[in-house]
């Protein structure tokens, strides 16, 4: 079922994806729209692709669901507050740690933030999604098996 979802919600990101790109080539340029389907099919393809990647036997966890959402929501987030804020770049610009705020919002929002809880809830998952010895010694013994 979750399976199924995550690549609903994937074809579904890219062909906002495709359909931002496509309109581009519109003549005049693509309409101003445009850049949504880009800015939010971007978050929705990463994170399911990252809920394809956390799925175990057709199920995922619920750290995992909570760090897929919450990806979804700080990339999307920031991605959409630079398309909303208007353009001030000039002498008058905002500057946040030494670049022009909607530039800051898309470099922290998109590249830094995410760091910051997408390991802890890795961590938080990681002794109940790794190999168990039990789980090592029947790869071993499978794979003694196949050499032989």
């Known amino acids: 079922m979750i399976t199924r979802l995550a690549l609903s919600f994937l074809f579904l990101s890219c062909t906002a994806i495709a359909g931002a790109y496509v ?7 693509a309409p101003p729209w445009a850049a949504w389907g880009l800015a939010l099919g971007s978050a929705g393809a990463l994170s399911s692709m990252m809920a394809l990647g956390a799925t ?28 909303i804020l208007p353009a001030n770049e000039g002498k008058d610009a905002v500057i946040v740690l030494g670049f022009p ?9 998109v590249g830094i933030v995410p760091i910051l809880f997408l390991p802890a809830m890795y961590a938080a998952s990681f002794d109940a999604d790794t190999l168990s010895d039990d789980d090592l010694e029947r790869v071993r013994r499978a794979g003694q098996e196949r050499g032989a």
Do not use: H
């Open 101 to 109: 705020l909607r530039t800051a919002i898309v470099l922290y929002g």
């Open 23 to 29: 309109l581009a080539f519109l003549p005049g340029g």
């Open 56 to 83: 175990r036997g057709g199920k995922l966890r619920p750290i995992a669901l909570v760090a897929c959402v919450l990806t979804f929501l700080v990339v999307g987030g920031a991605f959409s507050l630079a398309l």
